[in-house]
Structure formats: structure tokens, C-alpha cells
T-cell receptor, first 109, second 116 residues
């Protein structure tokens, strides 16, 4: 079956760095997405990786290892507004998005 | 990134009535749109995939006669919740696939439905 695993909840301190991991098992693979979802709002697109390696975009970076079925989202210089759920989703061979349950990130002052 | 709008943002209706929710891709053409439902503190649940000009594909357990989907144009998909009941109260979110951006899904702002 197809499966996405990510931690349910993480806590970090304002100004620090946090890494949110995601492992996936899908029928075929056409890339991995990270979305941010604040409470009561719809998800917003953060990143897309299809090749191995690290993609940096400001304070946020996303890494992919296809051979390991593994990705992480790295958030630097954490701000209180980064408190949100972070959703990992893999695109399978049929170009269907398989969603993880999301990681709730709590930022403390 | 691409922009997707959704209307209405919130709606309150009486049990037994029908509610229509619109999803529009504003600056791109979307041959495929998706409808999700999300209950409080739970993850997104895909309800159906909407393809322009053809019937929607519903996920297992989603009643197609209750949740009517129409994708009449490349920029508009509608979800109609028929004979709504209190258990249909939820956050409904649409997304549209942007084919020029590696099929990235962009989400509308969501519609919060409350059925009394």
C-alpha cells in the first residue's frame, strides 16, 4: 500500500532550527511536496522536490533522498508565525497526491 | 504561485437544504481540480477528483449522489452538498492542479459549512 509517515507534533523555540522528517512508500514516484497549513486555513504550497538533494528557499529548505524514500523540511530562524501544521505529500505514478497526516509545529518564545 | 479562489468562505444552512461551493483557478487553466474535506484537528481527506468535461472520480466511501461535482470549464469546478445534514458540517477545500508547475496543487481558501 501507499503510506506517508511524519511525526504528529514537534515543539521548537523561537529563533532556533527545526527539521521535520517524512518517509514515503508509493506506487511510483513523481515528486514530493511540502505544504504549510495554519489552523482554520487552507494549505499553502512551500516546496517541491523531484531530484535528490537540498532545495533552499529563504528560511525554508527541503531535502529529498529517492533511494531512501525520505524527505525533510528544515525551518531556520523560527518565528512565532511558523506555528502551523506541515503536510508532506508524495506524487505517485498516476500523479495522485498521497498525503501525510501532517506535523503540528509548536513554537515557544 | 497560482491563485485559486473559493466561494463562499462560509455558509450556514438548515438541514435538508443544498449548498453549492465554487472553486475557480484565476490565472491558469486547470483540467484537474480536487475537493477535500477536513474535520477539526484532522488531516485532509480527498473526496473526489474533478476532471474538466468528464465525470468526477470519487474516493471510496464518498456518496456521489450526495456530493455532486461539476467541472464545466477549465477554470471552474463546483461542489453541491445535497440535502445537507449536521454531520456534513466541515471545512471543504478545493485545489487545482497547475500543469505548468510540475502539477503542483494550489488550494482555495476553503469553505466552512455549518448545517443546523
Amino acid at each position: 500500500g501507499q503510506n506517508i509517515d511524519q511525526p504528529t507534533e514537534m515543539t521548537a523555540t523561537e529563533g532556533a532550527i527545526v527539521q521535520i522528517n517524512c518517509t514515503y512508500q508509493t506506487s511510483g514516484f513523481n515528486g514530493l511536496f511540502w505544504y504549510q497549513q495554519h489552523a482554520g486555513e487552507a494549505p499553502t504550497f512551500l516546496s517541491y522536490n523531484v531530484l535528490d538533494g537540498l532545495e533552499e528557499k529563504g528560511r525554508f529548505s527541503s531535502f529529498l533522498s529517492r533511494s531512501k524514500g525520505y524527505s525533510y523540511l528544515l525551518l531556520k530562524e523560527l518565528q512565532m508565525k511558523d506555528s502551523a501544521s506541515y503536510l508532506c505529500a508524495a506524487l505517485d505514478s498516476n500523479y495522485q497526491l498521497i498525503w501525510g497526516a501532517g506535523t503540528k509545529l509548536i513554537i515557544k518564545p | 504561485g497560482a491563485v485559486v479562489s473559493q466561494h463562499p468562505s462560509w455558509v450556514i444552512c438548515k438541514s435538508g437544504t443544498s449548498v453549492k461551493i465554487e472553486c475557480r483557478s484565476l490565472d491558469f487553466q486547470a483540467t484537474t481540480m480536487f475537493w477535500y474535506r477536513q474535520f477539526p484537528k484532522q488531516s485532509l481527506m480527498l473526496m473526489a477528483t474533478s476532471n474538466e468535461g468528464s465525470k468526477a472520480t470519487y474516493e471510496q466511501g464518498v456518496e456521489k449522489d450526495k456530493f455532486l461535482i461539476n467541472h464545466a470549464s477549465l477554470t471552474l469546478s463546483t461542489l453541491t452538498v445535497t440535502s445537507a445534514h449536521p454531520e456534513d458540517s466541515s471545512f471543504y477545500i478545493c485545489s487545482a492542479r497547475e500543469p505548468r508547475e510540475t502539477d503542483t496543487q494550489y488550494f482555495g481558501p476553503g469553505t466552512r459549512l455549518t448545517v443546523l
